[in-house]
């Protein structure tokens, strides 16, 4: 489907050409292929369920002490303000760099203190190695996502919800090239993989993640706004997320080889570089639309008006106030902080810090985001409590990663129609995301029927995805881009604020305190057995989770409240009149600034001027 473009000689000649390829090399739509490659190396903190049991068997940590770094590891994840900030000054690829070696010598160290290469390290130390492991995630995502929603603004909730659904795919696509590599069934062997796999992707696409200037689509659906690549983008992860979820349930049923695992990631890895020949047919799409534009420009006449003599500027009187310049300056400041600009207009970071609207967000997500993280990282105590065996624990894992995904790309897309067609605003699907997972957290706490686990996992996971590309969105859209990469990563550090709360305090204490009340009344030491058996272990913490949930649903609806105005209008005209702009000031040349490679592309620009 894809390739049918490419047929004729004539075609795959054009194609087949140093110029033809540098233009695909050097365009918006390898920077999306590259930032969904590197997206899907980069979610390794949601296995953190697999390999979290060997943490804990091998190093002799209780569920406190493993809830400590799960919450690390959130924090690391989430906390991704010194990425926002790098991102400010720095190209993209900066960023990305910084994130591979973090990646690479943080989860290195988890390895070899699993592996026994390295003396038994405190529950410190684990934490500060799981930590800045885990901030790699959050330099892979400001490099790639801010720079694609600075590339296609105006699909900005498709381009979130694509991209952070690779994310949400990401733990079970390392876990298919795992079981390839190494044959499954020894967890420090899935460490390692993540220690180098993310690192060397971002590696490899280091110099081809930039921003490009933005350009007015040429047809709706068409080469130039690329409503059609979404969409097929789409269907393709749809297509891995499926095969994905087969391969899950095809290998908890039959006994793989070596070889079939390495046949299964074989399909992965295709589904995973299909997209190119999307980007490809795209380029050529744009290929074709700029020559048909350099056959119809007409000559244009530049006519050289020359400007008046600039007169002189009167010198200003000294100033006569007694106000020393410090407090008035102070007082400018406080003035330009309490006095944020209106709606979609780009806010300065300390007007966003203390603007309500992104308290409510960070309450809300807080409540949400760490209820859900909560039950993700626990999966493994959860489903060992309640009698399953170890394959159906890590299919919860699995399971969760898939519908992540399908949270994300659904809450990204569906977010996006309804918001162009009906003017549906954001925040309120946020609320329906919030609410719905409560439902999850509610099967949790009653333990029973057999079976009702997979289910909540599946809620679970969806409602964790979905909250992502609305939250991105929404702080997009609310607070401008110009401070999005730092923004960005503000409102994520809501989630582990609240896992702290919800996972370390409520959950991991209640388990703990269960667990010494089956054994006695003390938890055994050194490498006894700690573990919870029954429903209790989980019952009141999910209970209390779901109270926390709730409120922030009722909390977000003050969100849709004061945003409603805003998001009947076009939220998106000035967008439009931007790209607008840019290409008459082009002289219509905006498809040409697509294709430039650069510097080197200014004669193609040269070329349409002169008709």
């Known amino acids: 489907m894809v390739f049918a473009f490419a047929a004729g000689n004539g075609v795959a000649a054009e194609v087949l050409t140093a110029r033809f390829a540098r233009q695909v090399l050097w365009g ?21 369920g697999i390999y979290s049991r060997a943490i804990r068997m091998s190093l002799g940590y209780d569920q406190r002490a493993v809830a400590t770094l799960a919450f690390f590891k959130d924090l690391g994840s989430n906390v991704g303000v010194p990425a926002g900030l790098l991102n400010e000054v720095a190209q993209p690829w900066a960023v990305l760099a910084v994130g591979a070696a973090m990646n690479l010598a943080g ?35 400001t490099g790639a996502l801010v720079t694609c929603v600075r590339n296609f603004p105006e699909t900005r909730g498709a381009v979130l919800g694509l991209l952070k659904g690779y994310v949400g795919l990401s733990s079970a696509i390392l876990a298919q090239v795992y079981l390839a590599l190494y044959g499954g069934g020894d967890a420090r062997s899935l460490v390692l993989l993540i220690a180098w796999l ?16 933005p350009r007015r689509p040429r047809q709706k659906g068409g080469g130039g706004g690329g409503d059609g690549v979404f969409l097929c983008l789409l269907y393709i992860s749809i297509a891995l997320a499926a095969y994905i979820l087969i391969m899950i349930v095809v290998q908890r049923q039959a ?45 244009t006449v530049v ?15 000294a100033s006569t106030t007694d106000t020393p310049p410090s407090s008035s300056c102070r007082r400018s400041f406080l003035r330009h902080t309490f006095t944020p600009p209106a709606h979609g207009e780009d806010y300065s970071i300390l007007q ?19 209820g859900t993280l909560t039950a993700i990282d626990n999966m493994g105590q959860i489903g060992q409590s309640l009698g399953y065996p170890p394959k159906s624990v890590d299919a919860f894992v699995s399971l969760i990663s898939v519908w ?13 129609a309804l918001l162009s067609r009906y003017r549906f605003p954001r925040p309120l699907a946020l609320t329906a995301v919030l609410v719905a997972s409560c439902a999850g957290h509610l099967l949790i706490a009653a333990g029973a029927p057999r079976g009702t686990l997979y289910v909540a996992s599946v809620l679970i996971g969806f409602c964790f995805g979905a909250q992502w590309p609305l939250l991105y969105a929404v702080i997009s859209e609310l607070f401008g881009l110009k401070r999005y990469p730092t923004l960005y990563n503000l409102g994520a550090v809501a989630s582990p604020v609240g896992a702290y709360v919800l996972n370390v305090r409520v959950a991991g204490r209640l388990y703990d305190a269960e667990a010494a009340r089956q054994h006695g009344g003390a938890l055994p030491g050194g490498g006894g057995d700690k573990t919870c058996v029954g429903v209790e272990c989980f019952r ?24 409603r105005e805003f998001y009947r209008g076009d939220i998106y005209a000035k967008f439009r009149d931007n790209a607008a702009v840019g290409e008459e000031s082009l002289g219509g040349g905006g498809v040409a600034a697509e294709q430039r490679p650069g510097r080197g592309g200014g004669s193609v620009n040269g070329e349409q001027r002169n008709g």
């Open 28 to 48: 918006r739509w390898f920077t999306l292929f590259a930032c969904l490659l590197i997206l899907s190396a980069s979610g390794a903190t949601y296995a953190f």
């Open 303 to 317: 006519t050289v008006i020359d400007k008046p003599a600039a007169l002189p500027v009167p010198e200003m009187p």
């Open 404 to 416: 992540n995904y399908a949270g994300r790309v659904a809450a990204g897309y569906a977010s996006e």
């Open 255 to 299: 006994t793989f080889s070596r070889d079939a695992y390495a046949a299964s990631a074989a399909g992965l890895l295709l589904l995973l570089f299909i997209p190119f020949a999307v980007v490809v047919r795209q380029e050529y799409r744009i290929k074709k639309e700029l020559e048909e534009s350099l056959r119809a420009a007409p000559t």
């Open 352 to 370: 966003a810090l203390v603007s309500v609207d992104m308290l409510i967000l960070f309450v809300a997500i807080a409540c949400g985001a760490g």
């Open 198 to 213: 993310p690192a060397a992707v971002s590696v490899v696409f280091l110099g081809t993640v930039r921003v490009l200037p």
């Open 107 to 141: 989860y290195l160290m988890v390895y070899l203190s699993l592996a026994g290469r390295v003396a038994r390290p405190p529950v410190w130390l684990m934490c500060a190695y799981v930590c800045a492991g885990a901030n790699s995630q959050a330099f892979a995502g």
């Open 540 to 563: 009141r913490s999910f209970l209390i989770i779901t109270a926390a949930t709730a409120a922030g649903a009722i909390v977000s609806l003050v969100l849709v409240w004061r945003t």
